[in-house]
T-cell receptor, first 112, second 113 residues
């Protein structure tokens, strides 16, 4: 079936620098794209989403970019902090049944 | 958003036995889902728990192995039946309000020996 994938399994970032996490998707019919953060021993936590008719959305210290031409999604974290260390998943929402398909995950390690 | 709790948080079980995992949501939700997350991997949807009817299973998952109940709009259970070591995983419950967001419980870490 169609799936969502990631380019980089591990990203090491210096504290204070910006982080960029990338994700490729294959289902052009997805309605929403969502980023989740999962800390060790916890369930995924919603960060930010973007609807398929948008190309950019900003939140607090995070920005999501959607490029439908190349089916690419990215999450930018500004001024990365130690608390940002986690695994980040992109997911696409299929409008039918509201099911989520998750990408493979990127581990972000913030170095002090 | 919804706050979701799961019980147990972790368990160690012997092969051939079954474990039932409970998921409780602090508010009524339209949709509930069960996922599996194998060590170091992403989440895979097992099934959609439908209130008052049989769950809808994804390819590769069957009701005999993963029976699911959803007696009301705030509670669901997932049973992992006749367990084998390959069932060792984190099992996660999520809830949605009918929009695209889903909120996740903390997960149940299962080890089968």
């Amino acid at each position: 079936g169609e799936s969502v994938g990631l380019h980089l399994p591990t990203l090491s970032v210096q504290e204070g620098d910006n982080s960029i996490i990338n994700c490729a998707y294959s289902n052009s019919a997805s309605d929403y794209f969502i980023w989740y953060k999962q800390e060790s021993g916890k369930g995924p936590q919603f960060i930010i989403d973007i609807r398929s008719n948008m190309d950019k959305r900003q939140g607090q210290r995070v920005t999501v970019l959607l490029n439908k031409t190349v089916k690419h999604l990215s999450l930018q974290i500004a001024a990365t902090q130690p608390g940002d260390s986690a695994v980040y998943f992109c997911a696409e929402n299929q409008a039918a049944g509201n099911k989520l398909t998750f990408g493979g995950g990127t581990r972000v390690l913030v170095k002090p | 958003s919804a706050v979701i709790s799961q019980k147990p948080s972790r368990d160690i079980c012997q092969r051939g036995t079954s474990l039932t995992i409970q998921c409780q949501v602090d508010s009524q939700v339209t949709m509930m889902f069960w996922y599996r997350q194998q060590p170091g991997q992403s989440l895979t949807l097992i099934a959609t728990a439908n209130q008052g009817s049989e769950a809808t299973y994804e390819s590769g998952f069957v009701i005999d192995k993963f029976p699911i109940s959803r007696p009301n709009l705030t509670f669901s259970t997932l049973t992992v039946s006749n367990m084998s070591p390959e069932d060792s995983s984190i099992y996660l419950c999520s809830a949605g309000t009918g929009k695209h967001e889903q909120y996740f419980g903390p997960g149940t870490r299962l080890t089968v020996t």
